[in-house]
């Protein structure tokens, strides 16, 4: 039978925590993924680099208010925790020593009845009270508890049933009862602390866990797929319309924030700031801010009103004043990006193109600090660039030719922004074209593949001039199959775009609160009809345009669709917009060929195996036929009879011949 006891000095409690602790410490910690450098790749603007720094020392803090996430806190409390009990039990003291007469009198267990007298009686000579002055450092007390110790274990061992016990069961008595220790004080089982530990536990598993688990049911049901409020949703799905423009884009975008909350605390003076950027913005946009206006005074939403007042100041690139309101536009912008992917998301399921793009292109705006227009104009594209303003009057159209046109001038600012556009995200579609795998044509319901080939090519030329080397006729058809064959690779692969060395470079963008790398949207539309055709795909992390790559400076990526089930030409086109530069979009016609099965060669055709045509006289055969399909033809009564007749003739004659010849 075992004998339970509970852990009084609380030591066994402190190891079940520290193995606890560190099952789930070393894999959080190992998780932690050490911090990427934020390189200088990218544009080199002074307004980029400054806007790099400033990102820098927010997410890092200061001496004075480090900035720390959730789990990092809770990995370094954790590891304070581990610590302390690791240093409690190191420091413990153990009371729970095993009685050893053979220790206490300093001889081996092997040794005789005969040598154990001799030594007790050498020891007695020594530590009897008699012979023994008490000290400074060892009163009477332990001399004479010590004399017991040694009398005991001399009896003990004298006695040759001890003995035996000692040797076989460790224990002078003999074997004992299973003793099992709880990892718990006893203080938490005696019968006086009953009400609290009852009150503890059903804090915990009435209060807590139930709130915890309730919080996070309701708040996945509150939230759609995207990460917004399911009333978000509801408010974008009703504010789309298939003939959206820009500003009704811009209002839907808006309508989320009577839901969308806002972290940051308002402090003294907020509303007297929103107020003057509120004039402000009339001043400037009368017109759409009055629009605006109309939709969130109606049902009185300060929230969204103070969001709003704070995106238009972004768009403007107004000063704010007060650090709680530039902590709350901040946040503000980083949570855009959700909402417009739950607005585009909204607007492909309705396949509607001209909503589609706007939603796409707001990005750009909201990225460069550009008031939103239907169509961007010159001013818009020029005023990207660093330090450029709507007040200067540049005459180049082309960003190439405005570097040139401040450099004649002996502008100040054309080093600036000669940096800006020599690490210009201009993208290049170098080819386009939709594919089958193994197949020669494309057939109805067939999976096809449209493949882009892409890169970066800034409005500057390099300053170093690569003189490329003229090839010959049987390079150029090697290298042609080689590209040939990696793109055949590529095809067979489940990645959407092809092995890429590095991640790319930060975007120019010096008024958006965050590191951004550039990307674009591949759209594939009908414009005729104003449809989306396949939901777009986003791509990311282009390569610049390398003259050392050699014929394979650009990155492939695919978009995966079904054929139409019709035979037939297609007239489509493909769109790439960005969701960093305003007016950077490439376009191209991609009309898709659509053949019958029937073009498809002998070889190439199905095996009639797989399927076989229905007879014609079975039910299945009557409906294919009823349909226009192929069917097997059957045989006519007068045919099976005029066979039968045959047969039986033939029987008969069979029988005479065998007669004749018995005869």
Request: a neutral charge; hydrophobic letters at 35%.
């Amino acid at each position: 039978m075992a004998n339970y006891s509970y852990d009084e000095g609380g030591n066994m409690a402190a190891y079940f925590i520290i193995t606890f602790l560190a099952l789930i410490l070393i894999p959080l910690t190992l998780s932690i993924s050490p911090s990427k450098k934020k390189g200088s790749e990218g544009c080199q603007c002074t307004l980029c680099s400054q806007q790099r720094l400033n990102i820098s020392k927010r997410e890092k803090g200061s001496i004075f208010n480090p900035q720390f996430s959730t789990k990092s806190l809770f990995i370094i409390g954790g590891w304070i925790v581990f610590a302390f009990f690791s240093y409690r039990v190191a420091n413990a003291k153990l009371d729970n020593k095993v009685y050893d007469p053979f220790e206490i009198l300093g001889i081996s267990m092997s040794a005789t009845e005969k040598e154990i007298k001799s030594h007790y009686k050498k020891l007695s000579k020594i530590y009897h009270p008699d012979k023994v002055k008490a000290t400074v450092n060892e009163t009477i007390e332990q001399i004479q508890n010590r004399f017991v110790d040694l009398t005991k274990a001399y009896k003990s061992l004298t006695d040759e049933t001890i003995r035996e016990n000692l040797r076989k069961y460790g224990n002078p008595d003999g074997p004992q009862q299973t003793s099992v220790g709880i990892a718990l004080p006893k203080w938490i089982v005696e019968s006086k602390n009953n009400v609290w530990v009852l009150g503890v536990y059903g804090l915990i598993f009435g209060g807590a866990l139930p709130t915890l688990v309730g919080r996070w049911w309701f708040g996945s049901r509150q939230k759609t797929k995207d990460g917004i409020k399911a009333s978000s949703a509801a408010a974008f799905f009703k504010a789309l319309r298939e003939d959206s423009t820009m500003d009704d884009v811009v209002a839907a975008l808006g309508k989320a924030y009577k839901w969308e909350s806002i972290k940051a605390k308002s402090k003294t003076g907020d509303a007297a700031e929103l107020d003057r950027l509120e004039k402000n913005i009339s001043l400037v946009v009368p017109k759409q801010w009055e629009t605006l206006r109309q939709s969130f005074d109606a049902g009185k939403d300060t929230n969204q009103r103070k969001a709003m007042i704070l995106l238009y100041a972004h768009f403007l690139r107004l000063n704010i004043e007060k650090p709680s309101l530039q902590q709350a536009q901040t946040q503000i912008l980083l949570q855009t990006p959700l909402l417009l992917n739950a607005l585009l998301n909204i607007a492909i399921a309705r396949n509607w193109l001209t909503t589609t793009m706007h939603v796409m292109r707001l990005q750009s705006y909201l990225a460069q600090a550009i008031v939103p227009q239907v169509s961007p104009a010159k001013q818009d594209r020029l005023t990207q660039l660093p330090e450029i303003t709507s007040k200067d009057s540049l005459k180049g159209d082309d960003l190439a030719e405005v570097v040139k046109e401040l450099e004649a001038s002996n502008d100040n600012r054309s080093d600036n922004v000669k940096k800006a556009v020599s690490r210009w995200g201009r993208l290049e579609l170098v080819d386009a074209a939709y594919k089958v795998i193994g197949e020669r044509i494309i057939v109805p319901s067939s999976i096809v593949y449209l493949t882009v080939k892409l890169r970066l090519s800034p409005p500057l030329p390099s300053s170093t001039v690569v003189t490329k080397k003229e090839e010959s006729a049987e390079e150029v058809k090697r290298s042609i199959k080689l590209n040939d064959q990696k793109d055949e690779e590529f095809l067979m692969t489940r990645d959407d775009a092809e092995p890429m060395q590095g991640e790319g470079t930060w975007a120019h963008a010096p008024y958006w609160p965050e590191n951004r790398k550039p990307g674009w949207w591949l759209v594939l539309a009908d414009d005729k009809n104003s449809r989306v055709v396949v939901p777009p795909m986003k791509l990311t992390n282009v390569p610049f345009s390398n003259p050392d790559a050699g014929d394979r400076d650009y990155r492939t990526y695919k978009l995966q669709f079904q054929a139409p089930q019709n035979p037939g030409i297609y007239t489509w086109k493909i769109y790439l917009v960005s969701d960093t530069f305003i007016g950077e979009e490439v376009s191209k016609n991609m009309t898709l060929k659509i053949d019958d099965v029937s073009a498809l060669n002998a070889d190439e055709q199905p095996s009639e195996d797989e399927i076989s045509d229905p007879d014609e006289d079975t039910l299945a055969g009557q409906m294919t036929a009823m349909r226009g399909g192929k069917v097997k033809k059957g045989v006519s009564r007068a045919e099976a009879s005029d066979d039968d007749e045959s047969t039986t003739d033939d029987g008969e004659e069979s029988e005479d011949d065998s007669s004749s010849d018995s005869d």
